[in-house]
């Protein structure tokens, strides 16, 4: 049973436009929720996080937004490069038995020159 | 310059025999973890520890161990008993054992194929 879900596992954008990458969770428990980045044959790097009491996190070019209700988080990133292109997974944690951090699965950015 | 790093890159198991990979950390974090990733897959755990001599099983410990003897030193053995231990594995620390779900910060991983 997935808890945390990035249902599209690749998008495509071009350079200098917007990317909005998605991340849905299930449980009710998370309270915290990050995002990292990876390439190809190396750990992934955090990017950005933000905690429940929030609804938005801002930081450079990249943006968290969450929304409790409907238990969804986005990435945006603006301006978009061609550096951004990666596997950005997104994860969350919370309380009991949601302490660890669970991950998505992940979703391949392609950033078009 | 503080880090965790891996070794090796990438490593090859014959069948039947144990393989232990390297994780080390000079970050002064109270814990550890390892994952495992498949292709198309998030990030799996396979055993945490929040303090020396001290370790917990993650969701898929079945044919791992792990020893954490030293705070910054937390190797992992894939042991014969693992069926399918061809993945990317992935160490990771975080600053304290108060909180799980803390930040946690990744090695460059290591690559493990059976021959």
């Known amino acids: 049973d997935q808890q945390v879900k990035q249902n599209s596992p690749s998008l495509s954008v071009q350079e200098g436009r917007i990317s909005i990458l998605n991340c849905d969770y299930t449980?009710?428990?998370?309270?915290?929720f990050l995002w990292y980045k990876k390439y190809p044959a190396e750990g992934p790097t955090f990017l950005i996080s933000?905690?429940?009491?929030?609804d938005k996190n801002e930081d450079g070019r990249f943006t968290v937004f969450l929304n409790k209700s409907a238990k969804h988080l986005s990435l945006h990133i603006v301006p978009s490069q061609p550096g951004d292109s990666a596997v950005y997974f997104c994860?969350?944690?919370?309380?009991?038995?949601?302490?660890?951090?669970?991950f998505g699965s992940g979703t391949q950015l392609t950033v078009l020159p | 310059d503080g880090g965790i790093t891996q070794s090796p890159k990438y490593l090859f198991r014959k069948e039947g025999q144990n393989v232990t990979l390297s994780c080390e950390q000079n970050l002064n974090h109270d814990a550890m973890y390892w994952y495992r990733q498949d292709p198309g897959q998030g990030l799996r755990l396979i055993y945490y520890?929040?303090?020396?001599?001290?370790?917990q099983k993650g969701d898929i410990a079945e044919g791992y161990s792990v020893s954490r003897e030293k705070k910054e030193s937390f190797p992992l053995t894939v042991t014969s008993a693992q069926k399918n231990p061809t993945a990317f594995y992935l160490c990771a620390s975080s600053i304290s054992s108060a909180a799980l779900g803390e930040t946690q910060y990744f090695g460059p991983g290591t690559r493990l194929l059976v021959l």
């Open positions: 994860a969350a944690s919370g309380l009991g038995s949601a302490r660890q951090l669970t």
């Open positions: 933000i905690s429940s009491i929030k």
């Open positions: 520890s929040q303090i020396v001599n001290d370790f």
């Open positions: 449980n009710s428990m998370f309270d915290y």
